[in-house]
């Protein structure tokens, strides 16, 4: 390989790494924390559908036997 292809693709990944560690992170923990909260507060559409009106997945004539 090109001596100048090494030092372009060590560039890069170097580029990469600062990018990578400048991002910013929580514990694990913490997340975990956040993550539980959210889902106490925010109610859940699939246990609770709320407005039937407004769905457009629900048939809107019924079903009739003959």
């Given at each position: 390989?090109?001596?100048?292809?090494?030092?372009?693709?060590?560039?890069?990944?170097?580029?990469?790494?600062?990018?990578?560690?400048?991002?910013?992170?929580i514990?694990?923990?913490?997340?975990?924390?956040l993550?539980i909260?959210?889902?106490?507060?925010?109610p859940?559409?699939?246990?609770?559908?709320?407005?039937?009106?407004?769905?457009?997945?629900?048939?809107?004539?019924?079903?009739?036997?003959?």
């Amino acid at each position: 390989m090109d001596y100048n292809a090494k030092i372009e693709r060590c560039k890069k990944a170097n580029e990469q790494l600062r990018r990578e560690a400048s991002v910013n992170r929580i514990l694990v923990s913490e997340a975990i924390k956040l993550l539980i909260e959210y889902t106490q507060q925010t109610p859940d559409p699939l246990l609770s559908p709320g407005d039937k009106r407004n769905n457009p997945f629900i048939e809107k004539k019924s079903c009739i036997i003959l």
